[in-house]
């Protein structure tokens, strides 16, 4: 069974901190780039990091300076550090997983989503 699992979000006032972290089947992890996606109500799906197998890493405009993106090879999990949270990060926040996952037609795994929520 393929899985992708979220843990780590929550309520956290604006400027707080938050870290998320996804764990992934081995089969998953080793091949894939890794990377999170979130989407607040009423708005599409919108990229926020992506990490590819080789270590390369992408961020959203929205998000550079204050969020960092990370993987374990040892314990196939994904990270996504959040400082400086602001209310427009307010969303449910997914891991995604494939061989090109910037664009989340091309997503091959979805996790279940955790909710961050930031309160001003």
């Known amino acids: 069974q393929v899985q992708l699992v979220e843990s780590g979000g929550g309520l956290v006032q604006a400027g707080g901190s938050l870290r998320l972290s996804c764990a992934a089947s081995g089969r998953i992890f080793i091949r894939n780039a890794m990377g999170w996606y979130r989407q607040a109500p009423g708005k599409q799906r919108e990229l926020v990091a992506v990490?590819?197998?080789?270590?390369?890493?992408n961020y959203a405009d929205s998000v550079k300076g204050r969020f960092t993106i990370s993987r374990d090879n040892a314990k196939n999990t994904v990270d996504l550090q959040m400082n400086s949270l602001k209310p427009e990060d307010t969303a449910v926040y997914y891991c995604a997983a494939g061989p090109y996952i910037s664009r989340s037609d091309y997503v091959t795994y979805w996790g279940q989503g955790t909710q961050v929520t930031v309160s001003s």
């Open positions: 990490i590819t197998s080789g270590g390369t890493i």
